[in-house]
T-cell receptor, first 116, second 112 residues
Framework: GAGVSQTPSNKVTEKGKYVELRCDPI?????LYWYRQSLGQGPEFLIY????????DSGLPNDRFFAVRPEGSVSTLKIQRTERGDSAVYLC??????????????FGPGTRLTVT | DQQVKQNSPSLSVQEGRISILNCDYT??????FLWYKKYPAEGPTFLIS?????DKNEDGRFTVFLNKSAKHLSLHIVPSQPGDSAVYFC???????????FGTGTKLQVIP
């Protein structure tokens, strides 16, 4: 079975532009997570979906960041008016359930975003 | 405010010896701890976890120890193998919340 996939693998954009990053979770996984990893840092939590709804968006840094999961499967992370500080690897993860500690999160390979 | 700290950015160990990776946390609400392993250009892979009701959890060559009073946990790999060379992240969460807080990682190199 396929793991978590993310597209594109690399994205270069100019400052001020809008970008969309896509995540395809493992089939049947109800929980989906977005993280951001800057150079030399660990992954930083952004948002968590349980089904179609955002159960916790406390990690989104500001209102330029938005994420959707309209059908409870694929998710899109949207960044408006990109800034150079948004450059990072954006990781997506999914788990079978978001309601148990024992359900491990499976990570995708990430999208490397570079804002020039 | 770094709530999960891995103070050693790198560690080198001879093949066959023990690798010990350390992690400290500051948030006393954390009650579930995880270790992830990451190879270059790949996402992190779950390795082992421990609940705060335990002080040790073992899975094959990997053992995690938790010292709640010291807010410290460690990952032991015995014996270390070259394929273990990767970045290891310590992570923590609070019960009922799915937000996972990661440390900055320790790059382990196992020398053949």
């Amino acid at each position: 079975g396929a793991g978590v996939s993310q597209t594109p693998s690399n994205k270069v954009t100019e400052k001020g532009k809008y970008v969309e990053l896509r995540c395809d979770p493992i089939s049947g996984h109800t929980a989906l997570y977005w993280y951001r990893q800057s150079l030399g840092q660990g992954p930083e939590f952004l948002i968590y979906f349980q089904g179609t709804g955002a159960a916790d968006d406390s990690g989104l840094p500001n209102d330029r960041f938005f994420a959707v999961r309209p059908e409870g499967s694929v998710s899109t992370l949207k960044i408006q008016r990109t800034e150079r500080g948004d450059s990072a690897v954006y990781l997506c993860a999914s788990s079978a359930s978001g309601t148990s500690d024992s359900y491990e999160q499976y990570f995708g390979p990430g999208t490397r975003l570079t804002v020039t | 405010d770094q709530q999960v700290k891995q103070n050693s950015p790198s560690l080198s160990v001879q093949e066959g010896r023990i690798s010990i990776l350390n992690c400290d946390y500051t948030n006393s609400m954390f009650d579930y701890f995880l270790w992830y392993k990451k190879y270059p250009a790949e996402g992190p892979t779950f390795l082992i976890s421990i609940s705060s009701i335990k002080d040790k959890n073992e899975d094959g060559r990997f053992t995690v120890f938790l010292n709640k009073s010291a807010k410290h946990l460690s990952l032991h790999i015995v014996p270390s193998q070259p394929g273990d060379s990767a970045v290891y992240f310590c992570a923590a969460k609070s019960g009922g919340y799915q937000k996972v807080t990661f440390g900055t990682g320790t790059k382990l190199q196992v020398i053949p």
